[in-house]
């Protein structure tokens, strides 16, 4: 009998510290969260010819050096969330050019797609929320068509390197003969905040449904100061929304790819560039 009571008060001590065990872990769950993140690819071969016919084997991932698992992988069309980002600060007869190109951009998404309308040069303003209304979309890139360009007297101000007025050595004026005590100045820069239009895109893009591809299409010539925003900043907000950025840069200096902060937005982003020194073929 004393052998069949040890026998039971052991089974009953291991129930008990089985029931203890697992309220224990019941009580102290460990709990990890998994996000899914939306890698969207664009592959160009020779000729900058997009190449559509490849598989999730054909990719791998990483992160930080680790290999990242591809758990779902598509190729169908995905609705857009694109904010359209226009420098209106542009030269006048760039800024003309353009503008004649805003019905057919306009004309260019898909009824799934929703679209936002910026302008900026000293300041950034939205044209258009995001709307899947083409005829709104329209009605916005016709307001942008109305604008004028800035007065003479701030747009016909050198925009590019080389923009001191007059003979210089060694970086100075050269002052005219007869001119001694007069002070020549350069002329102010050309305030254009691309970093805060874009800023200002990435922060209404993350409001927008996770199921969307979010992309920024903007169209400058690349001039970016007086901003609040810095380019890290602005940088790290386009990332952490998930947005690429698509530029077509206009009155660029050569080579383009290598003198623009628009370069460095799309490859920072993964997005694509079309630089041109002419958009009289756009």
Same mark, same amino acid.
């Given at each position: 009998m004393r052998r069949e009571a040890r026998k039971i008060r052991k089974v009953v001590l291991a129930a008990a510290l089985f029931l203890a065990a697992v309220a224990y872990a019941q009580e102290f769950k460990i709990r990890a969260k998994i996000d899914l993140v939306v890698v969207p690819v664009t592959v160009k071969?020779?000729?900058?010819?997009?190449?559509?016919?490849?598989?999730k084997q054909d990719f791998v991932i990483f992160e930080d050096g680790r290999r990242q698992i591809i758990t779902n992988f598509t190729s169908?069309?995905?609705?857009?969330?694109?904010?359209?980002v226009v420098d209106t600060g542009l030269p006048p007869e760039s800024l003309s050019k353009i503008q004649r190109t805003f019905p057919a951009l306009a004309g260019a998404f898909s009824q799934f797609d929703e679209v936002a309308v910026y302008r900026y040069d000293k300041f950034v303003a939205k044209v258009l929320d995001f709307s899947a209304d083409t005829e709104r979309v329209e009605t916005a890139m016709n307001t942008l068509r109305e604008i004028k360009p800035r007065a003479l007297s701030d747009s016909n101000l050198p925009r590019g390197p080389f923009s001191t007025p007059g003979p210089v050595i060694n970086g100075a004026p050269v002052v005219p003969p007869?001119?001694? /005590?007069?002070?020549?100045?350069? %002329?102010?820069?050309? $305030?254009? *905040? !691309?970093? +805060?239009?874009?800023?200002?895109?990435?922060? =209404?893009l993350a409001k927008r449904e996770h199921n969307r591809r979010k992309i920024v299409l903007v169209i400058?010539?690349?001039?970016?100061?007086?901003?609040?925003?810095?380019f890290d900043e602005?940088?790290?907000?386009?990332?952490?929304?998930?947005?690429?950025?698509?530029?077509? /840069?206009?009155?660029?200096?050569? %080579?383009?790819?290598? $003198?623009? *902060? !628009?370069? +460095?937005?799309?490859?920072?982003?993964?997005? =694509?560039?079309?630089?041109?020194?002419?958009?009289?073929?756009?």
């Open positions: 071969g020779a000729g900058n010819k997009l190449v559509t016919s490849l598989a169908d069309p995905v609705p857009l969330s694109a904010a359209v007869g001119q001694a /005590g007069v002070v020549i100045t350069s %002329p102010p820069k050309v $305030t254009n *905040v !691309l970093n +805060d239009a874009l800023f200002e895109a990435a922060s =209404d400058s010539d690349g001039q970016n100061n007086g901003n609040d925003h810095s602005t940088a790290r907000s386009l990332l952490q929304t998930g947005v690429q950025v698509y530029a077509v /840069g206009l009155d660029q200096p050569f %080579p383009y790819s290598k $003198t623009s *902060v !628009l370069d +460095d937005f799309v490859k920072t982003t993964g997005g =694509d560039a079309y630089f041109v020194d002419s958009i009289q073929s756009i």
